[in-house]
């Protein structure tokens, strides 16, 4: 008898149908003109996932910790994925935020990210801070603000593992 490779059955184990806060980090983006954010709720509705709050926050740290907090804060949140301020400009912070909330790093997600927009835009992926982690039971992931950026996070990153991510952040031994 054959055993089940165990990424198979960690990934079975996974919770589906999440609830996610979404929050963009822009100084001159609105909910009308925000096509990152709108992309993300597209792509995550499409998946089975649940979207239980939606904000645009300044790029400035205390704002930006401040709407994760309070988004992980809703009953039944999983996680809160952010676009935008993951960049090198003197008004990028989203990474620094993110990193020290995080209890945990998933230190793979950043390298998977650049690694795979590099395949698309060369070598200027290396600018991206893009990162992810845990705090408690839930999840945290910053990516870029462009559509672009935030599609390719999504379809070949976030879409795929965050359940299996959830469920590790999740279990007790």
Do not use: W
């Not at 008898?1 to 996974?14: F, I, K, N, Q």
């Not at 709108?38 to 995550?44: G, K």
């Not at 804060?73 to 990474?95: I, N, W």
């Not at 993110?98 to 230190?107: F, G, N, R, S, Y």
């Amino acid at each position: 008898m054959s055993e089940t490779p165990s990424h198979l059955s960690h990934r079975r184990e996974a919770p589906e149908n999440l609830s996610i806060a979404l929050i963009t980090v822009s100084d001159t983006r609105t909910l009308d003109d925000d096509r990152s954010g709108a992309l993300m709720v597209s792509m995550l509705e499409n998946a089975g996932h649940g979207i239980v709050a939606r904000r645009i926050v300044p790029d400035d740290p205390g704002a930006i910790k401040a709407a994760i907090m309070e988004s992980l804060s809703l009953q039944g949140c999983d996680a809160a994925l952010l676009s935008g301020g993951t960049g090198v400009g003197l008004r990028d912070r989203t990474a620094g935020v993110v990193k020290d909330l995080c209890e945990k790093m998933i230190p793979g997600f950043g390298e998977l990210f650049r690694m795979l927009s590099y395949e698309e835009i060369g070598a200027a992926a290396m600018l991206s801070g893009a990162l992810a982690g845990t705090l408690g039971e839930q999840a945290i992931v910053a990516m870029p603000g462009s559509p672009g950026g935030v599609k390719l996070a999504m379809e070949k990153l976030v879409l795929p593992e965050l359940g299996l991510i959830l469920r590790d952040a999740r279990r007790r031994a």
